[in-house]
Every structure is written in C-alpha cells, then in structure tokens.
C-alpha cells in the first residue's frame, strides 16, 4: 500500500489503474482511525476495485474555538490499519495542497436546507467546509463510489444532496455505525473522554434506542419525547447541545404522520462534544 502526499503523483498513480479500467471507491477521513473507519474501508473494497483513503484534517469545517489544533494526528498506525484491511492508496495532502491560495480565498460550496438545523445550527459553517473540501476531494481523486458512515447522519444528508445537485457523477454509500461492546458509537474523539466520562458515555445510545422503541410503539409526541430524553442526558451529566427528532429524508422536524424518523443527538462530556444518531421506519 502506498501514501501520496501531493495530486501530481495521485493522478499518475490513478491514471494507471484507469488504464487498467479499474473502478476507484474512496473513503474520506480526517485520520487517527478506529473500526468505523475500516468498515468503510471493507464496505469500498466491496464496490470498487481500487480503495483510496484520503486523511486530511480539514480546517475549514472547524468552528474558531474547536478543536484543530489538538485533533489527534497518526499517520504511521493509521497506514497500519488501512494496510491491513486491504486499502491500495493513502492520500495524505497538506493545506497547501487541497487550498493552494488559502483558505480565505477558496471557492465555497453551500448546501441549502439540511445543512440547517442540528449541527449546522451548533457548527455555523461546518458543513460548508465538508461540502467544499469533499467536493475537492471528489475533483482530485474522480472515484466512481465514496463511502461515508452513518454516524454522521447530517453530514450523509450533505453530501448526498451536493452529490446530486451539482450533477457529481459518484455514487454515494452510507455505511452504519460501528459501536463499542455498551453501545458508545466509535469516534476519533472518544479518546478525549476521561475514565469516568467514558462510563457515561454510552447513555447516549441507551437513551436513542429507549425513545426508537417508544416511537416504533407508536408514540409520536415529538417535542416531548425529546424534551425527556434532554433531561435524562443532563440528569446523567452531559451539557446538551441538541436533541431532535427529524424526518429522515428532509432533517426538518418530524411530523406525527412521517413514517422515517431519525433521532439526533450531540452532547458534551467534559470538553468532549460526542453526536449519535438512531433511525425508525413506523
Ligand atoms: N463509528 C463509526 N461507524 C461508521 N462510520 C464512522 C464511524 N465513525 C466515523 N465514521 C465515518 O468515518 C468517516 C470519517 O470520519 P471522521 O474521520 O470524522 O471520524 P470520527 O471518528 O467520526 O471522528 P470525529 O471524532 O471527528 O467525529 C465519516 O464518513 C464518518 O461518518
Ligand atoms: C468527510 C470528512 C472527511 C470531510 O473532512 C469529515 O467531515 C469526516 O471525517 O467525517
Ligand atoms: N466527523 C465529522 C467531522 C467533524 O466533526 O469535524
């Protein structure tokens, strides 16, 4: 398996397995990889005959007083990993690489609609960041698939829209969360979390799967239902950023007819913002 670091040598690199007529799935992270990761990575292995994983920790989706600087950087176990689970190619750029004339100055793509709300609303910009730097990484590497994990429902939404408004010709895969034994779903940030944060942690899947069970019982008080569950999170000792219950094709707030539901969450252990996410079809 081999790491890339600029475009030029990607594209030679990529020109060849297109000689070839291989097909190229991608999966983008921003590194210091767990098992969610490798699923995507098995999950790509499975679609395309070439599997690229792009790390690269995107400055322009995080928020000035967010964590940057200190997001955990790993490369040489990250190329473990990928190398194990088949992966071909690592593109690791620098911001040079992927910004050539700053950040400041890059071309911007903005997502109406399901960019809103939930993260959106906690995150102003972040999604801007992800659309624009995926739509970087879709022009660099041209994968005929891209793999992205459920975990980040909202950020899936993104994507796809972007994917289809602007005519990307990639097909986009979600893949499911991929959780810890008590259900905490895996994260690059779980590792912020202190010993006794970490033992609290999983409530916040408990607390999912407790209201999709209610609302597969046919309770649809939305507003309730997630004003209960906000209240349980603190009562356990999370800040809560959020806690919505939205149609699952539109994001916006559920209705009681909407037969797809998705529960959101994100909450703050500490310094430590975790999300999760759990959908229902009723
Ligand atoms: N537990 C998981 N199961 C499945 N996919 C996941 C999981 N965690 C992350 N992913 C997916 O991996 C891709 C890269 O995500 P990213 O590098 O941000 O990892 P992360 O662990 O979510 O990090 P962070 O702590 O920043 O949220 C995204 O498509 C994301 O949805
Ligand atoms: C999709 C992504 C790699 C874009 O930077 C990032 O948002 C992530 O890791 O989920
Ligand atoms: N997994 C989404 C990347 C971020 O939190 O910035």
Redesign the pocket.
């Known amino acids: 398996m081999r790491t890339v670091h600029s475009l030029k040598e990607l594209r030679a690199i990529l020109r060849g397995y297109r000689q070839q007529q291989k097909t190229v799935g991608l999966v983008?992270?921003?590194?210091n990889l767990?098992e969610?990761?490798i699923?995507?990575v098995r999950k790509a292995a499975e679609a395309a005959d070439i599997v690229v994983t792009s790390i690269f920790v995107n400055p322009m989706q995080f928020g000035a007083n967010e964590d940057l600087d200190t997001y955990p950087r790993t490369l040489i176990e990250d190329q473990d990993k990928l190398s194990a689970a088949g992966n071909t190619l690592v593109f690791a750029p620098s911001a040079e690489e992927v910004y050539p004339d700053g950040l400041a100055r890059h071309t911007r793509i903005v997502v109406p609609e399901v960019s809103d709300g939930h993260c959106g609303a906690s995150r102003p910009g972040h999604f801007e960041g992800v659309a624009t730097v995926v739509s970087v990484l879709f022009n660099m590497i041209q994968p005929d698939f891209a793999v992205?994990?459920e975990?980040?429902f909202q950020?899936l939404a993104v994507i796809r829209k972007m994917t289809r408004d602007l005519m990307m010709p990639v097909e986009v895969i979600g893949?499911p969360?991929?959780r810890e034994k008590d259900g905490l779903?895996?994260?690059?940030?779980n590792t912020y979390l202190s010993e006794e944060e970490r033992k609290i942690a999983p409530i916040i899947f408990r607390i999912l799967e407790a209201v999709a069970a209610k609302i597969a019982d046919g309770h649809n008080d939305f507003q309730v239902l997630a004003q209960e569950a906000g209240d349980s999170l603190r009562e356990a000792g999370l800040r809560l950023d959020y806690f919505n219950i939205a149609n699952s094709h539109t994001l916006k707030p559920a209705a009681p007819e909407d037969r797809d539901v998705t529960l959101l969450v994100a909450a703050f252990l500490g310094t430590t913002r975790l999300i999760d996410n759990v959908s229902v079809t009723r």
Do not use: N
């Not at 983008?28 to 590194?31: A, D, E, Q, S, Y």
């Not at 779903?185 to 940030?189: D, G, I, Q, V």
């Open positions: 983008p992270t921003m590194g767990h969610g990761h699923s995507l992205f994990g975990k980040d950020q893949a969360t991929v779903a895996k994260s690059s940030r």
